[in-house]
């Protein structure tokens, strides 16, 4: 398998993982537990990389979370924070986003592809600019900075994010569409 190949493998073994917030956080559980937020998949990306043979990096910066579901409009901010990975391939840093799995394209989400060089698109549009380490103090969420932000509802919505993402795969390997993607 040839330099370009073996980075498209990796990024797509990633990008197929299902994203969950309730899944791993990290690397090292990724792939056992089945499922993982973006830290996990970023970090599993740098690993992967480093592996080959790549410098890789983890890039970081403010978004806003979708506006499904609707427990999201209980929340003090929609601010949030997302971490992908960026890897220098032929001499320049190339952002690989592989946050979202391929179901999940069906609600609206972005669903990278990777022709191995270039940047994919990200996960989610940056609300700002990217961080990198050694930039300074890494991005927070308004809401972190809110000390009165109730943290059972942010449960709540997490929960009911994470039970979202499970019924847009169910309507998607079904091919029915999801009562609540519009």
């Given at each position: 398998m040839d330099a370009r190949a073996e980075r498209i493998a990796l990024f797509l073994a990633v990008r197929?993982?299902?994203?969950?917030?309730?899944?791993?956080?990290?690397?090292?559980?990724?792939?056992?537990?089945?499922?993982?937020?973006?830290?996990?998949?970023?970090?599993?990306?740098i690993e992967g990389f480093r592996a080959l043979g790549y410098q890789a990096r983890k890039v970081r910066w403010l978004y806003h979370l979708p506006n499904r579901p609707a427990e999201v409009r209980m929340l003090p901010s929609r601010e949030d924070v997302h971490s992908a990975a960026e890897a220098l391939i032929d001499g320049r840093w190339t952002l690989v986003d592989a946050?979202?799995?391929?179901?999940?394209?069906?609600?609206?989400?972005?669903?990278?592809?990777?022709?191995?060089?270039?940047?994919?698109?990200p996960a989610y549009e940056p609300r700002g600019p990217l961080w990198r380490p050694g930039d300074g103090p890494a991005p927070v969420p308004n809401a972190d900075l809110d000390e009165t932000v109730d943290a059972d509802g942010g449960g709540r919505c997490q929960k009911a994010f994470n039970r979202w993402l499970r019924e847009v795969r169910a309507g998607a390997a079904t091919n029915a569409p999801w009562h609540g993607a519009g």
């Open positions: 197929n993982v299902p994203y969950a917030t309730d899944g791993a956080h990290d690397a090292e559980t990724l792939m056992i537990s089945g499922c993982g937020d973006c830290l996990a998949k970023s970090a599993y990306l946050t979202h799995d391929p179901p999940l394209a069906a609600a609206g989400l972005a669903v990278a592809v990777w022709d191995g060089i270039t940047d994919t698109v």
